[in-house]
């Protein structure tokens, strides 16, 4: 099963699918977090034929809110009720970071890369 993993922002959103047996997880683009984001989802889930999505779950790394906690939620939430596919959520923590390390020097991170770091963070625990 193809799985679409998110990495949340307020003014895009890093998207990564897995590969069709859920084992590897790379990037595949950004879009703009707008009105049109649902179906722009919607769109990609039936275009790649994906079965569940992967959500990063923008906590601190003490597991407290932060500036954009309540508005990820909104948007987990919403997801849920457009999509007729699991939502899971994964911890962050650190994966922009992470994606910096594999960026060209003097570029900044792709948010595309933290959603690959974030989805194969949840395929790694599913262990395939």
Known sequence: MRHLGIDYGSKRLGLALSDEEGGFAFPYGIIPNDAKVLQALASII???SVGAIVVGDTLSLEGGTNRVTEEAQKFVDDLTEFV???????????????????????????????????LQRFLDRLGK
């Open 46 to 48: 039936e275009t790649e």
């Open 84 to 118: 007729d596919i699991p939502v899971h959520r994964v911890r962050e923590a650190w994966s922009s970071a992470e994606a910096m390390r594999f960026a060209p020097p003097g570029k900044r991170h792709d948010d595309s890369a933290a959603a690959a770091i974030i």
